[in-house]
């Protein structure tokens, strides 16, 4: 994996130094190194935890055509001129003058709002695009019949996620964004990594557990219903994955030697790294004409931020210490995230062993 910022700054300069320079391409190639594992031992439940969430997302499948309410109108600007209260709150905490926002409106701030969500929903549909093309590989690399069992499912589930989040985009919002950058190189460096494992960290721990905190949090602060929806649905799709990858990976991880184990601390401490850059969404300020380093002196600066990209590790961190990521090689990966501010969180319930409560039928929005 590319070297990232320091343990313990956000490095400015170096995360506007990397740069999507494929911005009008369709095709993005990437060099997939892995064997394809084939396994002629059928016998379906010799894992019985895997076996068990295969027969669960049997009957957890959805129709993103059918049963999301695609008639409701969506009102993004209104939407937008709602939540600029929230950013007045903001220019009032720091003295604006000689900044770019200096003689930012309501206008302007609204405006801000629409690309921010722009952005959003387009990095978790490429994220989910990146989903899709990890668990095909998984279903071809894995050794097991039962982790391919349930590997295949969520190559479905991830097709869906895609079609959704394509669609709202299209229909109901005001254009996508390319992938930025920082993502578009960690999915590159999972999908060209040969060890299966390695798939299942960067993909089902990594980005699908900080996809999951920030689906959560994105439920509970918007009222739009069909978005509210879509996201309720897709999270009870993510919080079998990410079990996916705990239930593997802990029993796969208690054979691996301290060198092995020290691979797989660094590659997640440098992907948490990755995904936090990712969040400052750089790409929106140049949409805006706003210069860009500028811009993020000041938004690295708020609290609010800050708490929310704390949160998106809220199940990235104790996933990693289910599976002694955090504490092998004398607390390696702990410390890491100590320097990150996110250590907080590892002794909250694991996704491994909270997935069910994720269920659609769990909160009685029953499958048509």
């Not at 343990?7 to 320079?21: F, G, K, M, Y």
């Not at 009957?59 to 600007?77: F, I, M, R, S």
């Not at 549909?125 to 295949?152: F, N, R």
């Not at 960690?186 to 900080?210: A, K, N, P």
Request: aromatic content about 10%; charged content about 25%.
């Amino acid at each position: 994996m590319t070297t990232v910022s320091p343990h313990d700054a956000i490095d400015l300069e170096q995360i506007l130094s990397v740069s999507n320079t494929e911005l009008h391409e369709v095709v993005h190639h990437v060099k997939d190194n892995a064997d394809c594992i084939f396994t002629w031992n059928y016998d379906k439940g010799e894992r019985p935890a895997l076996n068990k969430l295969y027969e669960k997302a049997k009957h957890a499948q959805w129709n993103g055509e059918t049963d999301l309410p695609w008639d409701l109108d969506v009102d993004q600007e209104a939407q937008a001129m709602a939540a600029v209260n929230t950013f007045r709150e903001f220019t009032q905490s720091y003295d604006l003058g000689g900044t770019p926002f200096e003689k930012w409106g309501d206008k302007e701030w609204a405006q801000l709002n629409i690309e921010g969500s722009n952005w959003s929903l387009s990095q978790f549909m490429h994220g989910e695009q990146g989903a899709l093309v990890c668990t095909a590989k998984i279903v071809e690399t894995v050794p097991w019949i039962d982790a391919k069992y349930y590997a295949s499912t969520q190559v479905m589930d991830e097709a869906r996620h895609v079609e959704v989040f394509a669609k709202y985009l299209d229909t109901k919002m005001s254009g996508h964004y390319p992938i930025n950058a920082h993502l578009k190189m960690l999915l590159d460096d999972i999908v060209e990594d040969s060890r299966w494992d390695m798939t299942y960290l960067g993909m089902q721990i990594m980005v699908e557990g900080l996809a999951l905190a920030a689906f959560g949090f994105m439920h509970a602060m918007i009222e739009e219903p069909l978005l509210k929806q879509l996201l309720r649905y897709v999270m009870s799709d993510e919080a079998r994955h990410v079990a996916f990858g705990v239930i593997s990976l802990q029993e796969y991880y208690q054979g691996l030697s301290d060198a092995e184990m020290k691979e797989r601390q660094e590659f997640a401490y440098e992907a948490s790294i990755r995904m936090r850059d990712r969040f400052l969404q750089q790409e929106v300020w140049d949409r805006m004409g706003v210069n860009v380093k500028e811009a993020l002196q000041l938004v690295v600066q708020d609290p609010g931020r800050v708490m929310f990209q704390q949160m998106l590790f809220a199940k990235i961190v104790p996933n990693c210490k289910k599976l002694g990521l955090l504490d092998r090689n004398d607390q390696w990966l702990r410390r890491r995230f100590e320097e990150m501010g996110v250590i907080q969180f590892e002794d909250w319930i694991d996704t491994g062993d909270e997935y069910e409560a994720f269920s659609l039928e769990a909160t009685g929005q029953a499958l048509n």
